[in-house]
């Protein structure tokens, strides 16, 4: 263990150093926009030690194999976007090269004698698990004919299935995912056992095996048909709009329009990992591929390690809150719901954003608190030459959202579509930059596009290993709440845990979302709290009055399970920033979480208030019917929604941080507290205070927040004074 900490301990110190020396000129921010090897390697190092990953010797048997896999994977599933085939035929094939590339790239136990090496049990444990993978392609006609009538070699090739997803979840993401799909697996079997409150009729094993994985209910259901039709084409897109050198564009060009700010790296690091976070649905990912950038410049500039390390962390988590690309949970999220990806798009533009810009207010303050400046403009260089050395960058994102919300492809024609626009721009972009350059095209350059293609292929099959896993595992526990009924049961339990009371039941669920999330996923852990307590939330919603779109419970769900990413003391993404910002990673957490204490409040505020996620109104009868949902459709309207959520955010952001102008007292705290719900949750003033309409709501919020200014204002004067 030592040694793997010495390993790591290098990567850390090899990324930090290149981090420093690639910003510490000015002169070298406009000269490429295309990363460097070593760096690229560097990162992906790290990543992999903090995921678990082999590390095989590049041109190694072992390294080819692995490469030649993932990169079939990708081409299997570009495949089937232009030749359709059987749904479970799909999510055949990509569950067996999930677990394939699982035991090859994951080992048994995170040893440093196994780091580079498959064992011959890895390959027995891959030939079976594979197989039972490719059982329901092989038996499919036989599977359909005996329904319900299981033969003794079903029942065996759906306990390995079942074994082999549990196992490829505990290598991939550890015991906590696989744990409590063990929970759910003994609750259906021994049901009759449990106490009266959540006994179930007895589940036998052919019947638990049949809903588990011989029909599309459990381990094949939607979660894998999900990651298999939607999700890969956009990992894979973000993979190679990556390779292709967008991430070190994005973090230039932050750095350079803002690097001369107060607080001006971080700030950058705030717009980079936002960008970011458009192509990447990975806040590991995120952090590593920003932090090692924009943390070594926070910390020269005055910002302490921890929090340095902490607005990496925020601003990486929260990127998977950024449309177009939102991570699985997202995709999984539109097809529970019935909805197109577009409209769930829709409705998370807003919230994101105002997480986003607010994240920006709570590094200004803290700029502000300590007195940190930015960089001297004059050695920043000129912003403009960066933006248009890689424009063709932005061109293929924005061909993604045209798509997407304008022309209204489904999320799978629109993907593909802008992979194969990613692919062409990487094939011409080398030639181009040279033949503007008025350097020699040679067959090296020529060629680089291609390597950089299939490169980022291989490097998109590996980033959906966790996500197969995730929502393979996850299946069994969707298996589980169908099969048992839980969710009744459970609504039950959490009405009289609550009495009722809806603000309880949310509590409880976003507390439950945040320890879950400790261990789990995002994927899994939206998964399970989506199957869960989603209906428990609409129908005790209903019981209280409120008419809630079921959207707004599972968007609930989604934004806690993305917090779950920095909460200590397991936060992953924690570790990864303090490891670059040489701070405690506890304290990263806790310095993090507290920065998105308003990413928390979001939840509640546009489960009150629909109009934050663009529903005007809900059709009282159908609630959960997205047909009858009316959404807002005045820009003017939803320009003074976005502003005053904006103000709310940015009261509750000073109130929490303790600084607005200056440092504000307790009676200004209290004022800016008042402005939250004027702004937020202008329906419930209008109906508790009797205000005619909303807009006089919205005011009423501007003016408390600007007589909490002027008072700011005086005492800043006041304190001049008296130096004076």
Wanted: net charge positive; proline share 5%.
């Amino acid at each position: 263990m030592k040694k793997e900490h010495n390993l790591k301990k290098e990567y850390l110190e090899d990324i930090e150093e290149k981090g420093a020396n690639d910003f510490s000129e000015a002169s070298k921010l406009d000269k490429s926009t295309i990363p460097s090897e070593k760096h690229a390697t560097s990162e992906e190092k790290l990543i992999n030690e903090l995921e678990g990953q082999r590390d095989f010797k590049p041109g190694s048997f072992n390294y080819k194999f692995v490469s030649l896999v993932a990169f079939s994977w990708s081409i299997f599933q570009l495949w089937v976007v232009v030749h359709p085939i059987n749904d479970v035929f799909l999510r055949s094939f990509h569950l067996a090269f999930a677990v394939l590339l699982s035991y090859s790239l994951y080992p048994i136990i995170k040893a440093k004698s196994l780091r580079n090496k498959i064992t011959w049990y890895d390959i027995v444990f891959t030939i079976v698990g594979v197989g039972g993978a490719l059982y329901k392609w092989y038996a499919y006609n036989e599977l359909a004919m005996r329904s319900g009538a299981w033969t003794q070699l079903d029942i065996v090739m759906g306990v390995i299935v079942v074994i082999t997803v549990l196992e490829i979840a505990r290598r991939v993401m550890g015991l906590p995912l696989p744990i409590v799909a063990i929970v759910f697996l003994l609750y259906d079997y021994f049901g009759p056992y449990m106490p009266d409150l959540i006994a179930h009729k007895a589940d036998h094993l052919p019947i638990l095996m049949g809903q588990m994985v011989l029909t599309t209910e459990g381990i094949y259901g939607v979660p894998l048909g999900v990651s298999a039709s939607y999700v890969f084409l956009f990992v894979l897109f973000g993979a190679l709009l990556d390779r292709a050198g967008a991430g070190e564009y994005f973090i230039k060009l932050a750095y350079t329009l803002l690097g001369r700010f107060d607080g001006g790296p971080a700030k950058a690091s705030v717009a980079a990992s936002g960008l970011m976070g458009m192509i990447s649905g990975s806040s590991i990912a995120n952090t590593v591929t920003v932090g090692t950038f924009t943390i070594p410049l926070m910390k020269r500039l005055g910002f302490p390690s921890h929090k340095a390390a902490a607005v990496e962390v925020s601003a990486s988590v929260n990127g998977q809150l950024m449309p177009p690309i939102m991570g699985a949970a997202a995709f999984i999220m539109a097809e529970f719901l019935g909805l197109s990806y577009t409209e769930v798009i829709f409705a998370a533009f807003l919230p994101a954003f105002v997480c986003y810009f607010s994240l920006f207010f709570i590094v200004h303050l803290e700029a502000k608190k300590q007195g940190i400046k930015g960089e001297d403009p004059k050695v920043l260089g000129r912003a403009w030459p960066i933006f248009i050395k890689g424009i063709h960058f932005i061109i293929p994102i924005l061909y993604l959202m045209y798509t997407l919300i304008i022309l209204r492809q489904s999320a799978q024609s629109a993907a593909f579509n802008a992979i194969v626009l990613m692919m062409l721009i990487m094939v011409i972009q080398k030639p181009i930059h040279a033949f503007i350059k008025k350097e020699g095209i040679t067959q090296a350059i020529l060629i680089s596009g291609f390597i950089d293609i299939g490169q980022g292929m291989i490097n998109g099959a590996k980033a959906m290993i966790p996500i197969a896993a995730a929502t393979a595992v996850a299946g069994i526990i969707v298996g589980s709440v169908t099969l048992t009924g839980i969710g009744l049961i459970l609504t039950e339990v959490i009405a009289q845990l609550s009495h009722g009371y809806i603000i309880l039941v949310l509590l409880f669920t976003a507390i439950t979302s945040l320890i879950l999330g400790m261990g789990l996923p995002t994927t899994a852990n939206y998964i399970v709290m989506a199957s869960l307590t989603a209906p428990v939330i609409m129908n005790l919603a209903a019981h209280n009055g409120y008419v809630i779109p079921m959207l707004a419970a599972h968007m609930f769900v989604f934004y806690f399970g993305i917090l779950a990413d920095d909460t200590p003391p397991v936060g992953l993404a924690a570790y990864a920033a303090a490891g670059i910002a040489k701070a405690d990673p506890v304290k990263t957490g806790l310095q993090g979480f507290f920065y998105d204490i308003r990413t928390g409040l979001l939840p509640f505020m546009f489960f009150f208030n629909n109009k934050l996620l663009m529903i005007a109104s809900v059709d009282k009868l159908n609630p959960d019917d997205p047909t009858k949902w009316v959404w807002v459709s005045n820009p003017l309207e939803i320009g003074i929604i976005f502003i005053s959520a904006l103000l709310g955010m940015f009261a509750f952001t000073s109130a929490t941080q303790g600084w607005f102008v200056t440092k504000v007292n307790t009676i200004e705290r209290l004022l800016l507290i008042c402005v939250i719900p004027f702004a937020m949750q202008p329906q419930l003033i209008v109906n508790h205070l009797h205000y005619p309409n909303e807009y006089l709501s919205y005011l009423t919020a501007f003016a408390i927040y600007f007589l909490v200014y002027l008072m700011q204002k005086m005492k800043v004067k006041r304190a001049k004074t008296l130096r004076v």
